[in-house]
């Protein structure tokens, strides 16, 4: 029966990991081909989304501020374009055929109109990407050395709008064959650094010319950049005076020799400064290091204080057993004592061993390049649909180990389980939702976004949890094989205890050693998740989540000695909290990260940001709470089956 389960849910880990290595493979594979342009083919400029460049999650659609929705008509062009070319210092014939050539092709297309939306992905929605289409026309090898993208008088309103956004450092986001670009809206300059003085009043500017730098290989686009020219940035200061404005684009490309299926190691490679490798390198062997000599030292301690534990036992005549026993041994008619609460318990449990799965399964094929590194919208849709696909796992472990228990409801447990995770996060988001609403912020998800998630986890989660539950309460082993009996009467606690054996000692002791493994490591998952840096190095991060499994496991296992040894049996809740109080500690680094390495600030960004923390702090609680109660419970029935109790 045990070998029957174990290997049905063994069959049903490989299912998981098989179907959405197909399923991420299969929408690698249609990303894979890409665009391939003719001669003077349009290219397409998709624009994104706004916001302060400091709070990540604070983003607007492209359009809320007041910029061109159409493009300017032949006439409007001729007037701007000879205006730019008596400024201009050179002019040759090239440059005037291509303006010929220009207008001769707005007198077929007419003015294009701008705000189209796109079809987005899942985790595009998620993070926030709102794409739109855009008026400015480009084709494929044509270089523009200035065009006009149309003309508007900025009133009070509008020059308040963007003077704002400049203040607040406003970035913009726009996209060419889905490589990102990115530029600043405008900037702040004193007068000081203009003339020289020591005070002065400070000017603010609008960019209005985009300059596109697009690299191709043979006939596909492989690089995209966009910069904005500071000659050309128009005065806002008086929102008072009506400002005409020009907004402008120009165009070059050139030949790149980087291939399409590579083109977005650049912007992963860009994100990080010189040196940053070798630093996550050394910042991991130290934690392997340090991992090594404290289980080195908790084995070498632990494997000699059994052994003269077990020895001295031995030793104990039957007669004198009673009067001799102490420590550990003492305990043995309790230590097998079920927790209170079970039900929760046991969910608790099950959510840990499925989150764990999940998390390992998705830096998998993250490692693998099945799941895209370098948009964030990936990696969250790829954890939600994880997430259901592991929920009969979960299920599974919580019911069998419920039935262990001798429980009786165990289609309580099933919900407890189903429910532990998602409900949580749904109180989070419908918070920061409903304040993102407020805000009319991007981060705000659409009915439909919320629609799919809801369909996923109503015909697919529940269901598989259901499974699992069926599963093993059909098909698990549900003996839970004591070394020892367990007594009707539990036995009296010690209340006198040292200080350093306290339980608040040991949740300090056992939450701060794990974290100190993955402190620099944190660091750079933090710049990810709440910062514009593009997280790559899936393989160290796999090597530091694994390495703090194994510390966590190993503190555990000690801590729960020196509990046992104060005769302390009620040691089920204690071990999954002390394992789990790593995800307090990285929650209590959320604030330090906030208030001291951040320039994060508003209530929107505050509420996503302390609240989505919260979900990942939870997460780690609960990993980290199973692993280290399912090694403790190894080594309690190990210890107890050596020893003789009656």
């Given at each position: 029966m045990r070998a029957s389960s174990i290997l049905s849910l063994l069959l049903w880990s490989s299912a998981i990991s098989t179907a959405s290595a197909g399923l991420f493979k299969k929408k690698h594979r249609r990303q894979k081909a890409g665009t391939k342009y003719e001669p003077h083919g349009e290219v397409h400029v998709v624009v994104n989304k706004v916001g302060p460049f400091n709070n990540p999650t604070e983003t607007y659609r492209y359009y809320s501020l007041p910029f061109c929705r159409t493009h300017a008509d032949e006439s409007t062009h001729k007037e701007a374009y000879e205006e730019e070319r008596n400024v201009a210092l050179e002019s040759d014939e090239e440059e005037e055929e291509e303006s010929a050539s220009y207008l001769r092709k707005l007198e077929i297309k007419g003015n294009r109109?701008?705000?189209?939306?796109?079809?987005?992905?899942?985790g595009e929605s998620?993070?926030?990407?709102?794409?739109?289409?855009?008026?400015?026309?480009l084709s494929f090898k044509d270089d523009i050395e200035w065009r006009l993208l149309c003309k508007t008088t900025l009133d009070k309103h509008d020059l308040i709008q963007l003077k704002e956004a400049i203040h607040n450092n406003y970035f913009f986001e726009?996209?060419?064959?889905?490589?990102?670009?990115?530029?600043?809206?405008?900037?702040?300059?004193?007068?000081?650094?203009i003339l020289g003085e020591?005070?002065?009043?400070?000017?603010?500017?609008?960019?209005?010319?985009?300059?596109?730098?697009l690299g191709y290989n043979k006939n596909q686009i492989v690089s995209a950049a966009v910069t904005t020219e500071r000659d050309r940035r128009v005065d806002i200061t008086n929102v008072n005076k009506p400002t005409p404005v020009q907004f402008s684009y120009s165009v070059e490309y050139f030949e790149d020799d980087l291939p399409w299926r590579m083109r977005m190691t650049r912007y992963a490679d860009s994100r990080f400064l010189p040196g940053s490798f070798e630093i996550h390198w050394l910042s991991i062997i130290n934690s392997f290091v340090l991992?090594?000599?404290?289980?080195?030292?908790?084995?070498?301690?632990?494997?000699?204080?059994?052994?003269?534990?077990?020895?001295?036992?031995?030793?104990?005549?039957?007669?004198?057993?009673?009067?001799?026993?102490s420590g550990w041994k003492l305990i043995h008619g309790d230590v097998f004592r079920f927790p209170q609460f079970p039900v929760l318990f046991c969910a608790s449990v099950g959510t840990g061993v499925q989150l764990?799965?999940?998390?390992?399964?998705?830096?998998?094929?993250?490692?693998?390049?099945?799941?895209?590194?370098?948009r964030r919208g990936s990696i969250l849709a790829g954890m939600v649909i994880l997430y259901c696909l592991t929920t009969t796992v979960g299920a599974y472990i919580s019911t069998r180990l419920y039935f262990q228990m001798n429980g009786k409801n165990w289609v309580r447990c099933v919900l407890f389980t189903a429910g532990l995770f998602p409900v949580p996060t749904s109180f989070v988001f419908m918070w920061v939702n409903t304040v993102a609403l407020f805000h009319g912020s991007t981060s705000a998800l659409p009915f439909s976004t919320i629609f799919t998630i809801g369909a996923i986890f109503a015909l697919v989660a529940l269901p598989l949890t259901v499974l699992g539950g069926i599963v093993a309460k059909n098909y698990a082993n549900?003996?839970?094989?004591?070394?020892?009996?367990?007594?009707?009467?539990?036995?009296?606690?010690?209340?006198?205890?040292?200080?350093?054996?306290?339980?608040?000692v040991q949740m300090v002791v056992s939450g701060f050693l794990p974290f100190s493994a993955i402190y620099i490591e944190l660091h750079y998952i933090f710049a990810s998740m709440w910062g514009h840096q593009i997280y790559t190095l899936f393989g160290i991060l796999l090597f530091a989540f694994v390495l703090l499994l194994i510390v966590t496991s190993?503190?555990?296992?000690?801590?729960?000695?020196?509990q046992l040894a104060r005769e302390d049996h009620r040691w089920w809740w204690s071990t999954f909290i002390n394992s789990g109080m790593t995800g307090l500690f990285i929650y209590a680094y959320s604030f330090f990260y906030y208030f001291h390495r951040s320039g994060m600030t508003g209530m929107l960004q505050s509420s996503f940001y302390f609240g989505y923390m919260s979900i990942v702090s939870f997460g780690f609680f609960l990993m980290l709470g199973s692993c280290g109660f399912h090694f403790s419970l190894l080594f309690v029935k190990h210890i107890y089956s050596r020893v003789k109790c009656d």
């Open positions: 109109i701008g705000a189209e939306r796109h079809k987005q992905r899942l998620i993070v926030g990407d709102r794409r739109e289409t855009s008026p400015y026309e726009m996209f060419i064959e889905d490589l990102p670009m990115w530029g600043y809206v405008g900037d702040i300059e004193d007068e000081d650094e020591v005070e002065g009043q400070s000017h603010t500017y609008l960019f209005p010319h985009l300059h596109f730098k991992v090594l000599l404290l289980t080195a030292f908790l084995t070498i301690i632990l494997m000699r204080v059994l052994k003269n534990d077990f020895s001295r036992y031995m030793e104990i005549d039957d007669s004198s057993m009673e009067e001799e026993e764990t799965i999940a998390t390992l399964l998705l830096l998998g094929l993250a490692l693998t390049g099945m799941i895209s590194t370098t549900h003996d839970f094989n004591a070394p020892t009996r367990t007594t009707k009467v539990a036995r009296e606690i010690p209340t006198e205890v040292p200080w350093y054996r306290s339980r608040f190993f503190i555990s296992v000690a801590l729960l000695y020196f």
